[in-house]
Structures are given as C-alpha cells and as structure tokens.
C-alpha cells in the first residue's frame, strides 16, 4: 500500500489541472482565432507555396544540424535577415490584403457561421460549369475574345482590386455580355470565384516565357502569366482564329475542345485534392 501511494506522489501528484481564470480563456480564444486566419490567409495565397518550401528549408537545415555541415549552417545564419525582408517585400501585395480583410471582417458574424464556406464539397456547381462552356462556345463561334480567370485554391485578390466588382452568379448571358465589343467591360479579365462572377476587366501579369510563339497576343500571355503565379485554369477565346486556349501551371493548351473543358473545370470544381484526377489533354499542346 505504501508503495502504491509513494508512486502516484512521486508520478501522478504534478498531473493536476490548472486553475482557470476569465483572462486565461480569452488568451486561448484570441490566439485560436488569429491561427485560424492565419492558416485560412496561407491556404488562399501564394503563402501556401512558400510555406512548403520553408519546411523543405527546414529539413535541410535540420539535416545540416545533424550531421554538423558548417558551410551550410553559415550560409543559412548569413541569409536569415536578408530572406525575412525579401518575404516582406515579395508578399506585400497579399499582407497588405490580409490587413484590409481583417478590418473590413465581422468577427461576430465570423464566430457565429465559422467559414461555412468550408462546408461546402464544390467550388463550381454543375450548372456554373454549363454556363461557362456555353458562353465560352457561343464567343467562339463569333470570334468574341475573352479572357475568364477560375480560380481554384489560391485566391486572386490582388488582381481583382484592378478590376471593377461584379458579385453576380455565374450565367453564359452575363459573361457573353461582359465580352462583348465595345462595351465599358470587355477589356481584360473575368475573374471567377465560388459560383460568382467576383469581378471584370480585371489586369493581369503578363508571361515572360520566351518560349511562347510570337504570333500569340497579349490576351493569351496574360493568360499564361496568372496561370505562372497562382494554381487558376485560365480560359483564353482567341479574337482572331476563334479558338479556345487553357492556361494552367504556366502551360498553354491550344485549341481545346468543349468536352476537354468541361473536364478541366469539373476538375478545378472539387475541393479535396485527393479525389481522381481527370485525363483531359486531348488537344494539342503547345508551350
């Protein structure tokens, strides 16, 4: 009996549960919400990127740590400073979009529906996608260019503030509408989002793939340059030839059919990265 008493004070006496004050259970909730955000803000921006290679960073430098690589451990200590002002200075647009959202958020109203939008198992519904291969076909066959953003996981924010906000459901009306000649909208980009058409004439960065055939104009670098810095299936609907191009991991994919489409932007649609992917490279591809 002694023995069984001396252990649980020797082991098991310091397993108490901290007394817990109204102050402790704000600090918890204040910190869990600022980590939420946090993870949110990474996963909807380029940040998710850097994030994966700061942890293959990591893995070096641990790996260095291990096996006592000098050279390497005093490349890493001189360039720490110099990566944290380069990071500031590359991420600036997204930290300056991170701060505007937080002051424009409802925190109430946050805690309340906590990002129902996670809820949901698709970005695009069937009929979204209908709607997008129609219109994409109908300015095809007139020779109406157009160029569509469908963003995907990364969110696009710091080129939609260059457009001029839309907030409307995605319908082949709108989008053929917003495109066509000599309208205040059809120059530059449709940028789509979640069953939205978020905003128009949106500006994008432009391509600087010496790689890409000359005789391709402005509208398709700009295509290909977005599909460079963000995961987005970029459609491009050629003014001059009426053909259909994809953009996507900085790639061009030409003359793409409406069946290909279709499947690419049911592919862009679903939200778990695990699911099958979809052969879909039927048409020629051309860098």
């Given at each position: 009996?002694?023995?069984i008493?001396?252990?649980?004070r020797?082991y ?7 007394e817990?004050?109204v102050?402790?259970i704000l600090?918890i909730?204040?910190?869990?919400y ?5 993870i ?9 990127m850097l994030?994966?290679?700061m942890l ?6 641990l790996a ?7 050279v390497v ?6 360039a720490?400073v110099?990566?944290?002002v380069a990071?500031?200075?590359i991420?600036?647009?997204?930290l300056r979009g ?5 002051g424009r958020k409802?925190i109430?109203?946050t805690?309340a529906s ?5 809820a949901?198992n ?8 209908q709607?997008i ?10 020779k109406?260019?157009a160029?569509?953003?469908?963003e995907k996981n ?14 409307s459901e995605?319908?082949?009306q709108?989008?053929?509408n917003?495109?066509e000649h000599?309208?205040?909208?059809h120059?530059?980009a449709v940028?789509l ?6 905003a128009a004439t949106c ?8 790689e890409v055939?000359?005789e391709?104009g402005?509208?398709h670098?700009a295509g ?7 995961d ?12 259909v191009?994809l953009?996507?991991d900085?790639?061009?994919?030409r003359?793409v059919?409406a069946?290909t489409?279709?499947?690419r932007?049911?592919?862009?649609a ?10 879909w490279?039927k048409g020629?591809?051309?860098?």
């Amino acid at each position: 009996m002694d023995a069984i008493v001396s252990f649980f004070r020797n082991y098991v006496a310091w397993l108490t549960i901290p007394e817990f004050t109204v102050t402790d259970i704000l600090e918890i909730i204040i910190i869990a919400y600022a980590f939420y955000h946090i993870i949110l803000w990474i996963k909807d921006t380029r940040a998710w990127m850097l994030l994966k290679g700061m942890l293959l960073l990591g893995l070096i430098f641990l790996a260095a740590v291990l096996l006592e690589m000098n050279v390497v451990l005093w490349v890493f200590r001189n360039a720490m400073v110099v990566g944290i002002v380069a990071l500031v200075v590359i991420f600036q647009p997204e930290l300056r979009g991170a701060l505007e959202q937080l002051g424009r958020k409802n925190i109430l109203g946050t805690l309340a529906s906590f990002d129902s939008q996670k809820a949901k198992n698709e970005r695009y519904s069937e009929k979204s996608i209908q709607s997008i291969v129609k219109a994409v076909y109908d300015m095809a066959r007139v020779k109406t260019g157009a160029l569509i953003v469908v963003e995907k996981n990364i969110q696009c924010r710091e080129y939609e503030r260059t457009g001029i906000p839309i907030d409307s459901e995605i319908s082949s009306q709108l989008i053929i509408n917003i495109f066509e000649h000599n309208t205040p909208l059809h120059d530059g980009a449709v940028l789509l989002r979640d069953n939205r058409i978020v905003a128009a004439t949106c500006y994008l960065p432009l391509s600087n793939n010496l790689e890409v055939s000359k005789e391709l104009g402005t509208r398709h670098r700009a295509g290909l340059g977005i599909s460079e810095v963000s995961d987005s299936l970029t459609i491009i609907v050629s003014e001059e030839t009426g053909f259909v191009s994809l953009a996507s991991d900085g790639k061009l994919y030409r003359k793409v059919d409406a069946d290909t489409l279709q499947l690419r932007l049911a592919e862009a649609a679903r939200r778990n990265p695990d699911e099958k992917k979809i052969k879909w490279w039927k048409g020629r591809r051309k860098k």
